[in-house]
C-alpha cells in the first residue's frame, strides 16, 4: 500500500498571509507524465470537497489562492493568502492505485 | 449538479449486518467508478471500496476483505455496500464517492457498532 504523509498535523496563520502543507508518498504517483494526487478540504460537519487533482489542476470554482505542486513522492498544497473561510482540514490522497489512500490530514487555523 | 444520498446507517450490535444504499444524480452514472469512504469519529478518512462501470471490477481495503461486499445498479442510479460481521472499529461515517479519484461526495450516512 502507498503510505501518504503530511506535515504538519496543524498550522495556524494570520489572515492573508501563506500557508504550507506537504504531502509526502511512499512511491512516485508519476505515470505518463501525470501525478496521481489530488488535495480535499473539509470543513467542519461537511464531506470532503475535492480542491485539486493531478497534483496542480483546481476543480472549477476553487479559488485561485490555492494552488498544487510537486511531482513524484513530494508535493505541496499552498493557500497564498489566507481568508476565514479556508479554516478546515486538508487531505491529501493518492488515486495512484488501490487502496486509495489519505494522508493524515492538516488543520489550518487563523493565528 | 451531482448529487449523492446515502442512506441505510445505523446502530448495530457487534457481528450484526448493515446494507448501506448510495443514490447518485446529475451525471453519467453508468460510465462512473464509485467508492466508499468512511470517517470515524473525529478522524481521518479511510477508503474501503469501489467499483467499476459495470460492475466487474471491485476492490476492497484489506480489513473490508471477506466482510464486506459493494455493488451497483446501473438501471436505478445506486450503490450498495453489504457489510457483515461488523466490528466496534468499524463505527464510522461512510461516506458514497464518485469518480476513480472521490471527486464528489454524498453527506455520509453513519454506522454504529455497539453493544
Known amino acids: 500500500d502507498i503510505v501518504m504523509t503530511q506535515s504538519p498535523d496543524s498550522l495556524a496563520v494570520s489572515l492573508g498571509e501563506r500557508a504550507t502543507i506537504n504531502c509526502k508518498s511512499s512511491?512516485?504517483?508519476?505515470?505518463?507524465?501525470?501525478?496521481?494526487l489530488a488535495w480535499f478540504q473539509q470543513k467542519a460537519g461537511q464531506p470532503p470537497k475535492m480542491i485539486i487533482y493531478?497534483?496542480?489542476t483546481r476543480k472549477p470554482g476553487v479559488p485561485d489562492r490555492f494552488s498544487g505542486s510537486g511531482s513524484g513522492t513530494d508535493f505541496t498544497l499552498t493557500i497564498s493568502s489566507l481568508q476565514a473561510e479556508d479554516v478546515a482540514v486538508y487531505y491529501c490522497?493518492?488515486?495512484?492505485?488501490?487502496?486509495?489512500?489519505f494522508g493524515g490530514g492538516t488543520k489550518v487555523g487563523i493565528k | 449538479e451531482v448529487q449523492l444520498v446515502e442512506s441505510g446507517g445505523g446502530l448495530v450490535q457487534p457481528g450484526g449486518s448493515l446494507r448501506l444504499s448510495c443514490e447518485a444524480s446529475?451525471?453519467?452514472?453508468?460510465?462512473?467508478?464509485m467508492n466508499w469512504v468512511r470517517q470515524a469519529p473525529g478522524k481521518g478518512l479511510e477508503w474501503v471500496a469501489n467499483?467499476?462501470?459495470?460492475?466487474?471490477?471491485?476492490k476492497y481495503v484489506d480489513s473490508a476483505k471477506g466482510r464486506f461486499t459493494i455493488s451497483r445498479d446501473n438501471a436505478k442510479n445506486l450503490i450498495y455496500l453489504q457489510m457483515n460481521g461488523l466490528r466496534v472499529e468499524d463505527t464510522a461515517l461512510y461516506y458514497c464517492?464518485?469518480?476513480?479519484?472521490?471527486?464528489?461526495w454524498g453527506q455520509g450516512t453513519l454506522v454504529t457498532v455497539s453493544s
Open positions: 512511491q512516485s504517483l508519476l505515470s505518463n507524465s501525470k501525478n496521481y
Open positions: 464517492a464518485q469518480g476513480f479519484g472521490c471527486d464528489d
Open positions: 446529475g451525471f453519467t452514472f453508468s460510465s462512473s467508478w
Open positions: 490522497q493518492q488515486y495512484y492505485g488501490t487502496p486509495l489512500t
Open positions: 493531478w497534483a496542480s
Open positions: 467499483i467499476n462501470y459495470d460492475g466487474s471490477e471491485k
